[in-house]
């Protein structure tokens, strides 16, 4: 990312800080094909297979890291590639879905006009994190943090 600490950064982490919701392991439902899904994590992943039953799976679980778990123990079922532009585009597609469907978040992420967003990694390691976020590396921000784009494409859009 090549971006300075100073500027105005809004970074989120776990569920249960400040700015949690902007993440897909946030409790938020979203409603897709006559199905509720708890989270936007539990949907974004069962998108990645075209198998019902897989899909149902990962639906019924209670808890988004739970979810993520079961689409990791059928990866050899997945048709999507991870990171791929069609994998982004699902990415999108869930996050546009989970703020069209709920209007005190997108209330929020409007809120956030001009901010930089970032999904703050920390220190967990593997190329998924630094393709999906970001961390923070002598004052300067490393990583793709596609899931910070999604946010702030989203966001700009809602404000045209």
Do not use: C
Not at 31 to 55: C, H, V, Y
Not at 76 to 87: F, L
Not at 89 to 117: A, T
């Amino acid at each position: 990312m090549g971006m300075k600490k100073e500027n105005e950064v809004v970074e989120f982490t776990k569920v249960g800080l400040e700015y949690g919701w902007l993440g897909n392991m946030f409790s938020s439902s979203i409603q897709e094909g006559g199905k509720m899904w708890l989270t936007s994590e539990a949907l974004f992943q069962s998108k990645r297979f075209n198998d019902p039953g897989i899909k149902e799976i990962i639906r019924m679980e209670k808890s988004p890291m739970g979810a993520k778990m079961k689409a990791k123990k059928n990866k050899d079922h997945m048709v999507v590639v991870p990171m791929s532009e069609e994998d982004v585009e699902i990415m999108r597609s869930v996050v546009k879905m989970k703020f069209d469907q709920n209007p005190v978040l997108k209330s929020r992420l409007k809120s956030l006009k001009g901010k930089v967003i970032v999904e703050n990694i920390g220190s967990r390691k593997g190329e998924r994190h630094l393709f999906w976020g970001a961390r923070l590396v002598n004052s300067e921000w490393e990583g793709q943090n596609m899931m910070g784009r999604i946010l702030m494409d989203l966001r700009d859009e809602y404000l045209k």
